[in-house]
Nanobody
Framework: QVQLVESGGGLVQPGGSLRLSCVAS????????MSWYRQAPGKQRELVAT????????SYADSVKGRFTISRDNVKNMVYLQMNSLKPEDTAVYYC?????????WGQGTQVTVSS
């Protein structure tokens, strides 16, 4: 059974940091591109960051460049999103996604709220 389980969300003040984690099971994790998406209330889900299967290349949305870092551990079947200098506009539900050609898996999401 395929599972993607996110954790690490919560309430943080502007300027603070959070580290999201996503643990995968039930599929060959090391062959999948992993991404983080987010969806704020009333908005469409948007791509935040992507890391290729080997972990050697990453990409980011312009809105998070220089503040967020995506990484993965293919031994532990984990993908991470380190989020620094958080802003209120980063408030959203964050989802991890696994992609391999036409196959996609999603996690259930974790809430991140940035507020004073």
């Amino acid at each position: 059974q395929v599972q993607l389980v996110e954790s690490g969300g919560g309430l943080v003040q502007p300027g603070g940091s959070l580290r999201l984690s996503c643990v995968a099971s039930g599929f060959p994790f090391s062959t999948y591109v992993m991404s983080w998406y987010r969806q704020a209330p009333g908005k469409q889900r948007e791509l935040v960051a992507t890391v290729i299967s080997t972990g050697r290349s990453t990409s980011y949305a312009d809105s998070v460049k220089g503040r967020f870092t995506i990484s993965r551990d293919n031994v532990k079947n984990m993908v991470y999103l380190q989020m620094n200098s958080l802003k209120p506009e980063d408030t959203a539900v964050y989802y991890c996604k696994a992609t391999n050609w036409g196959t996609h898996y999603w996690g259930q999401g974790t809430q991140v709220t940035v507020s004073s």
